[in-house]
């Protein structure tokens, strides 16, 4: 396609202005937009980069004011959408370290005034013009931006200088959706001002995902795995972790993906048992853990017990604590099932009152903030609400073939294994029995029963939990 006298200028501007990577990036970028051309119908928009009539207007704008980009984004038939979103993976890193966030993404499902045909909606905020200038001449970007090319049909970008913050109050604040199609990502600030909770975040990319843990205390003492369960996150641990890095050990506190503050996927198909137990599996692997402790209650046992047996060499030793290990061919408790209607009924309506369920299991009201934090909506849902119907309640189920394997593994385990259930658990009463039957390593270990404690032991119990491990952990001493 010959070389336009608009095309020739628009590359001259930005290679003098330096807001491509090279002369070859910039080249490729008009080239692909060329080609586009004949593709779209009449009026589309669908240059990959600003005119110079653009580029001069963008750099006249107030140098420090916080520039918001709404993206409005066509995708390519066949394939488009998933090429765009290999480069939205590929671009949050780079906003991150920037310091800037994606506000909102989210489909265009239908058009309310006036006439448009797109796919997909995305306000980026960047703390100042020289942000977005940064990113868009990083080697970084320019690696991924072919995918951005591949994916899209046609597009329009508004420039937004965003607005005094006493107007934006009076108009409302941006909403939060997908962090990329199909993902949702909480917002820091759903997690600020969290009573007793001041830890710092870590993540790990994990299966495509962004995983979030706490890693507490010193890096050198033994590692104690704490997994949460349904509907929990992290910070169902925050009272016990202080104790337990005074005592020396390392804690690893992940939150599962769908919880807290990493990466909810939108669809539930993906929350499956394996997928949860390879993801756990894949952070302890990237962190590299050994002589490790599992600690798992609830789902943090079903996991847990999963990773560990399929992981053997990692881990020195085990702690259950109101949890079990289902095949579906063993007596459910009547709790349980009870609970697994009401979910079931939770899961038709696309809803669960996470605070309010985890506020009044524990009979603590002033939970309900700390657990309804990770889901602003219940768009974010997808993971509690999947969690009850995974549970192996019937032979056949997708996980009996893995939890009998598993069993095998524990019935042949001669490592320090502690139950230290609550006395007052209907949900999962007994199942300690079942441990310290079948495994060997529960032999001449100090069971423990935590008198008064409900399902939710780590919130009104954490302290004499936490010992109960310190002390567990110090009477069996790793030969590693």
Request: proline share 7%; aromatic share 8%; charged share 20%.
């Amino acid at each position: 396609m010959p070389d336009s006298a608009d095309n020739r200028s628009r590359r001259e501007f930005l290679t003098r202005t330096g807001i491509a990577a090279g002369v070859a990036a910039i080249g490729s970028a008009v080239a692909s937009t060329e080609a586009l051309a004949d593709q779209q119908p009449a009026g589309a928009i669908n240059a990959m980069l600003p005119t110079p009539s653009q580029m001069q207007a963008f750099l006249a704008l107030p140098d420090d004011s916080p520039i918001v980009m709404v993206n409005l984004l066509k995708f390519k038939p066949d394939g488009g959408q998933a090429e765009y979103a290999k480069y939205a993976a590929g671009v949050q890193p780079i906003l991150e370290k920037l310091g800037a966030k994606l506000l909102f993404s989210g489909k265009a499902q239908f058009c309310l005034i006036g006439q448009a045909d797109w796919d997909m909606v995305a306000l980026v905020q960047y703390p100042r013009k020289k942000t977005l200038m940064q990113m868009t001449t990083s080697p970084e970007y320019w690696a991924i931006h072919h995918h951005r090319e591949a994916g899209l049909q046609g597009q329009i970008n508004y420039a937004v200088v965003q607005v005094d913050p006493a107007v934006n109050a009076a108009i409302g604040a941006v909403g939060v959706a997908e962090f990329r199609p199909g993902v949702f990502r909480t917002p820091d600030e759903q997690f600020a001002n969290l009573p007793g909770f001041e830890f710092k975040p870590h993540y790990k990319e994990i299966s495509g995902y962004r995983m979030h843990y706490l890693d507490e205390g010193p890096n050198d003492g033994e590692s104690i795995l704490l997994l949460h369960g349904e509907p929990t996150w992290c910070y169902l641990y925050r009272k016990m972790i202080p104790v337990l890095t005074t005592a020396g050990y390392r804690c690893v506190v992940p939150d599962l993906i769908g919880f807290g503050r990493s990466d909810k996927p939108a669809d539930k198909a993906i929350h499956t048992y394996k997928f949860h137990v390879d993801t756990v599996a894949a952070l302890v692997e990237a962190l590299n853990l050994k002589n490790c402790t599992l600690f798992g209650q609830d789902w943090g046992g079903l996991i847990g017990l999963r990773v560990v047996t399929e992981n053997e060499a990692r881990f020195a030793r085990i702690v259950t604590s109101n949890t079990g290990l289902p095949t579906g061919e063993e007596p459910i408790t009547a709790a349980f099932l009870v609970w697994k209607r009401m979910s079931q009924q939770m899961l038709e309506r696309g809803d669960m009152p996470i605070g309010s369920l985890v506020a009044g299991s524990a009979k603590m009201p002033t939970l309900q903030e700390a657990y309804d934090a990770p889901f602003p909506d219940k768009r974010f849902k997808a993971g509690p609400l999947m969690m009850p119907q995974l549970v192996p309640v019937a032979p056949g189920d997708p996980a009996t073939a893995a939890n009998k394997q598993a069993w095998e593994v524990l019935r042949k385990w001669h490592k320090p294994f502690l139950t230290a259930f609550g006395d007052g658990d209907a949900i999962t009463g007994g199942a300690e029995k079942i441990f310290q039957r079948e495994v060997p390593g529960c032999k001449g270990q100090p069971q423990a029963t935590i008198k008064g404690a409900g399902h939710f032991i780590q919130e009104t119990h954490s302290e004499e939990l936490a010992r109960t491990i310190v002390a567990f952990i110090a009477q069996t001493p790793s030969t590693k």
